[in-house]
Each structure stands twice: as structure tokens, then as C-alpha cells.
């Protein structure tokens, strides 16, 4: 759906595989910038759960990607795109209580199978796209001035 | 209830209080992260065996009033200065979690 509506504010930010110490980090400076944007509270916590949800899966099960962030005049948007691996089944990773996360990720609290829940669950618009062996890409969109129930 | 009256009237362990002024409004206990995001609210004191670093930025972001590790596990030096940096309130307790929630429960409902 092409949106031409004026940019706010654009943001890219690289997530790296694997790398819990820094994971979190895009999501804090998301957040900040939303604040700083003068975003209502519940703007500002569903973009918050969205991006904390969309960095991990970057961080847990991808080869390294990327999360931008794109404010216009009428919604947020939040892009994950990775480099790969791909997912081949999008229905089945979709379902609550489905995750391949591994043993040591699940120890720390990772692997619940409710990340993707929990960004369709807090976006108005929700997609994903995905290719096996090149990546997968995720958009997230909240429509400002749109009630949310 | 204040933070620091609770904090105080059950003994816990200060590690960072970042804001001790706090209204709480509730608690949440859970070890899982999404299921934090999903669930607590803002202002919930949140109890967890989880303390690594990716805790902080879960409280951070669901705005809880502090988060309550059971148990006396305490984190590492690192988690406890990410929470400084990034104003998260974060305390310490002796008894297990059960125990912990169930204290803070007969505070928060009277």
C-alpha cells in the first residue's frame, strides 16, 4: 500500500546475529525517538513491543539485518529485513506456542512462540514476506489517529 | 502505593532506584520475555528469575515501576548499570518468588 504522505523522521538501524549484549538497544532508541516525537503513550508502547519482538527474532534466528524506522505525517512504520535464512512455512512460525528457538535461548526467557503474536497483535497493518536462502522482511504499520482496541 | 513504602515495608534490597517516587500499580510475575510484552502493565513491579541484560530493556519498554529479582539472585555488574543508565528501578529480595508476590500482593490489596 503506497503511502505518500510527508517523512517525519527515518531511522536504520543494523541489528547483529547473535549478540544479546547489544539486543534491546534498537528498540530503547526507537522509543526515545517516538517520546522525542511527542507520540501518545500507547503509540509509543505498541511501536516499543513491536520493535523489541521484530530486533530479537533479528538477533535470535537470523544471519543479521536491519530495522528501520520510517515516521510520516500519519503512521509509524517499522521494517525488519534480514539477510536470511528465509522462512519456508510464514502460517506455522505464525502460531502462538510455535518457535525453533534453541535450548540456552528459551533458558533465558527467548522462544515462547508469541513474538509474532505479539507484533500483529499491536499493529494495525502487519506483513510478512520472506524468500528461503535470501531473507525475510517484516512491516509493521500503526495508523496514528486510529483508535486501537 | 509508592515505590519506596513498598520497598521499604518489605524489606527488599535496593540495586538501582532510579525513581523511588513511583505510583505502582500492580505486579507481574513471568520468565517470559514476550509474555512480559504482552501483559504487564505500565507501572507493574514485575518478578523474574530472568537477569540478564535484555530484562532491562523489556522493563524499559513496558515502562514497569521497578523490576524484583527473587530469591537473592542477583544480577551481574553489567545489568545492574544498564538499569542505572537507563532509569530502571530494580530490587532484590531474599524469599522466593511465591513468596515475594504474595507479600506484595496483601500490600497492593489490602
Known amino acids: 500500500m503506497p503511502s505518500r504522505t510527508p517523512l517525519v523522521l527515518r531511522r536504520i538501524y543494523p541489528v547483529a546475529p547473535r549478540d544479546l549484549e547489544q539486543a534491546g538497544t534498537v528498540s530503547t532508541e526507537v522509543r526515545r525517538e517516538l517520546l522525542a516525537l511527542g507520540m501518545s503513550p500507547d503509540v509509543v508502547r505498541r511501536a516499543s513491543v513491536i520493535c523489541f519482538e521484530g530486533e530479537m527474532n533479528i538477533v535470535l534466528y537470523s544471519q543479521g539485518g536491519r530495522v528501520i524506522l520510517l515516521v510520516k505525517e500519519d503512521r509509524v512504520e517499522l521494517l525488519f529485513s534480514d539477510d536470511g535464512p528465509g522462512i519456508a512455512d510464514i502460517e506455522l512460525v505464525s502460531q502462538p506456542g510455535y518457535s525453533t528457538a534453541p535450548d540456552w535461548a528459551r533458558e533465558l526467557g527467548f522462544g515462547a512462540g508469541l513474538g509474532i503474536n505479539n507484533m500483529e497483535q499491536n499493529s494495525d497493518l502487519f506483513e510478512i514476506r520472506s524468500r528461503v536462502g535470501e531473507g525475510t522482511v517484516v512491516r509493521a504499520t500503526i495508523l496514528l489517529g486510529v483508535p486501537f482496541f | ?110
Open chain 2, 1 to 110: 502505593m509508592e515505590l519506596a513504602k513498598i520497598v521499604a515495608d518489605l524489606g527488599w534490597e535496593t540495586l538501582v532506584g532510579a525513581d523511588l517516587t513511583r505510583d505502582v500499580r500492580d505486579g507481574y510475575c513471568s520468565d517470559l520475555l514476550s509474555d512480559v510484552l504482552a501483559h504487564a502493565q505500565a507501572g507493574d513491579l514485575w518478578i523474574t528469575h530472568q537477569r540478564h541484560l535484555n530484562v532491562v530493556a523489556v522493563g524499559k519498554l513496558r515502562d514497569v515501576a521497578g523490576i524484583v529479582f527473587p530469591r537473592g539472585l542477583r544480577p551481574t555488574p553489567d545489568v545492574i548499570a544498564r538499569a542505572a543508565q537507563e532509569r530502571v528501578n530494580l530490587f532484590l529480595s531474599a524469599d522466593p518468588a511465591f513468596v515475594v508476590a504474595g507479600k506484595l500482593y496483601r500490600v497492593l490489596h489490602p
